[in-house]
């Protein structure tokens, strides 16, 4: 069965950095592309990052672009987003994604405030 579990959220002030993980099961990891999505209050959900098997290619959303960073650790079975000069408005629950058999986690918050 293929499973997702995110970890990595919390409440942060404005300007601080929180590294969210995903680890993987249920499929063969580095054969598939990977994303992170994520929901804010009032908002639909909305792509955030993408990458490819090995990481060669990696996309993100403009709102983010030289602020988050996916990456991925085939040998773990994880994918990472880091988040650094996060603001008010990154709040939002955070899903890790496998697009090709459109499987899901459970979401990670993260809550920017002062």
């Known amino acids: 069965q293929r499973q997702l579990v995110e970890s990595g959220g919390g409440l942060v002030q404005p300007g601080g950095s929180l590294r969210l993980s995903c680890v993987a099961s249920g499929f063969t990891f580095s054969g598939y592309s990977m994303t992170w999505y994520r929901q804010g209050p009032g908002k639909e959900r909305e792509l955030v990052a993408r990458?490819?098997?090995?990481?060669?290619?990696?996309n993100y959303a403009d709102s983010v672009k030289g602020r988050f960073t996916i990456s991925r650790d085939n040998a773990k079975n994880t994918m990472y987003l880091q988040m650094i000069s996060l603001t008010p408005e990154d709040t939002a629950m955070y899903y890790c994604?496998?697009?090709?058999?459109?499987?899901w986690g459970q979401g990670t918050q993260v809550t920017v405030s002062s």
């Open positions: 990458i490819d098997p090995y990481g060669d290619n990696r």
């Open positions: 994604n496998a697009p090709f058999f459109n499987a």
